[in-house]
């Protein structure tokens, strides 16, 4: 069964803390996108991959960080520098030199940070 | 620079009440507009890609339209199961823009 995984699906950190969302993929797809969504507005890119070993930064990518050592995954660390962290991400991929650009979701991580 | 801007923000319908929902935009070099819906606390699931003025796309009782301007999606005879937030987006050259989206609520 083909599809993306976010884990966890719930999150609860102290502020100050580094905290790592997981996201993984076995659809087979090169580009690979993280995204925040908070209340009211639209979903903001924070950082994207086309590549293995190459990512660039999306609208929002300060006090992010990630890194994309396999097709398959494609993690986000939220660092303490992010001063507002409390949201809901959603990780999303998509093929890439088809023409075609519709990116599909996973399920989603809520982070709380107190 | 680009943006999207979706339309109401929230609508409610009784179960059989036909509907459309907005979503204007501006963009250089559209590569294709996008519906997604959303349930509350998961992943926008996609529904549709339209690519030039003129397409229109259906799947069940959702109908997805689009203009050199804007795109619609008419939801025909709604039953509350269609209950969920709709999302737009647009893809020019370069990124993905999203709307905040159309809570749509059916009432039975």
């Known amino acids: 069964d083909g599809g993306i995984t976010q884990s966890p699906k719930y999150l609860f950190r102290k502020e100050g803390q580094n905290v790592t969302l997981s996201c993984e993929q076995n659809?087979?797809?090169?580009?690979m996108y993280w995204y925040r969504q908070d209340p009211g507005q639209g979903l903001r890119l924070i950082y994207y991959?086309?590549?293995?070993?190459?990512?660039q930064k999306g609208d929002i990518a300060e006090g992010y960080s990630v890194s994309r050592e396999k097709k398959e995954s494609f993690p986000l660390t939220v660092t303490s520098a992010q001063k507002n962290p409390t949201a809901f991400y959603l990780c999303?991929?998509?093929?890439?030199?088809?023409?075609?650009?519709?990116?599909?979701f996973g399920p989603g991580t809520r982070l709380t940070v107190t | 620079e680009d943006q999207v801007t979706q339309s109401p923000e929230a609508l409610r319908l009784q179960e059989g009440e036909s509907s459309s929902l907005n979503c204007s935009y501006t963009?250089?070099?559209?590569?294709?507009l996008f519906w997604y819906r959303q349930d509350p606390g998961k992943g926008p699931e996609f529904l549709f890609t339209l690519y030039s003025a003129g397409e229109e796309k259906e799947k069940e009782r959702l109908k997805a339209t689009l203009t050199k301007k804007e795109s619609f999606l008419h939801i025909t005879a709604p039953k509350p199961e269609d209950s969920a937030t709709y999302l737009c987006a647009v893809q020019d050259n370069n990124d993905m823009r999203f709307g905040a989206g159309t809570r749509l609520t059916v009432k039975p």
């Open positions: 963009v250089s070099g559209l590569r294709g």
């Open positions: 999303a991929s998509r093929i890439s030199g088809t023409g075609t650009f519709e990116q599909y």
């Open positions: 991959s086309q590549i293995v070993n190459d990512f």
């Open positions: 659809l087979n797809h090169d580009a």
